[in-house]
């Protein structure tokens, strides 16, 4: 059981780049997410997912999307890349019956 | 909307001392979960609190969910160093979905 399963570990994107972070749970989980994390803010909701074909924004939304065509996966798009979105990443699933959050290992990205 | 904050932001302790995070979210919350990030890891699932007034315990860590479901706590008996680590306690802001996570409390133990 690998849980939930994230890639690239490391990635270093020039300003206006995109790229597509890749998330993948093997839990069968309905639920998914994605948040960043900076020093002092702890973790930020980018946008979350309550089941295949459908998504929502969290609280920093912009400048993602995000889409969900089956219940393993959960990519997260950067469209135009921004030094502002330097930061760590983490993907996370949740149980439907204990609601507990597993997390991935995170995607350190650095937009130069 | 819904914040949830977390004080201290830093604590630095001597092994064998007690540790405590609180946490306090500004509307009432139907639940809280507290989870803990070793240095350069993910944050793990800890424990997750629902009724008034709840304590639960987990070995040395004890978790206090406040009367009026708008305040918790995580308190550490005889810090060790494998205790090093940020702690972070969660809320949901409309749904179980869309859990709001504090700032976090980083723990260092000097041994």
């Known amino acids: 059981n690998a849980g939930v399963t994230q890639t690239p570990k490391f990635q270093v994107l020039k300003t206006g780049q995109s790229m597509t972070l890749q998330c993948a749970q093997d839990?069968?989980?309905?639920?998914m997410s994605w948040y960043r994390q900076d020093p002092g803010m702890g973790l930020r909701l980018i946008h979350y997912?309550?089941?295949?074909?459908?998504?929502d924004q969290g609280e920093v939304p912009n400048g993602y999307n995000v889409s969900r065509s089956t219940t393993e996966d959960f990519p997260l798009r950067l469209l135009s890349a921004a030094p502002s979105q330097t930061s760590v990443y983490f993907c996370a699933s949740t149980d439907s019956v204990s609601h507990s959050y597993t997390f991935g290992s995170g995607t350190r990205l650095t937009v130069v | 909307g819904q914040q949830v904050m977390q004080i201290p932001q830093y604590q630095h302790v001597q092994e064998g001392e007690d540790f405590t995070t609180y946490c306090n979210s500004s509307t009432t919350l139907s639940n809280i979960q507290w989870y803990k990030q070793r240095p350069g890891g993910h944050p793990v699932f800890l424990i997750q609190l629902v009724k008034s007034g709840e304590v639960k315990k987990q070995k040395r860590l004890t978790f206090q969910f406040g009367e009026a479901k708008k305040n918790s706590s995580l308190h550490i008996t005889a810090t060790q160093t494998t205790d090093v680590g940020t702690y972070f306690c969660?809320?949901?802001?409309?749904?179980?979905?869309?859990?709001?996570f504090g700032a976090g409390t980083r723990l260092t133990v000097k041994p």
């Open positions: 839990m069968n989980h309905e639920y």
């Open positions: 997912s309550v089941g295949a074909g459908i998504t």
């Open positions: 969660a809320g949901p802001r409309y749904n179980n979905n869309d859990m709001r």
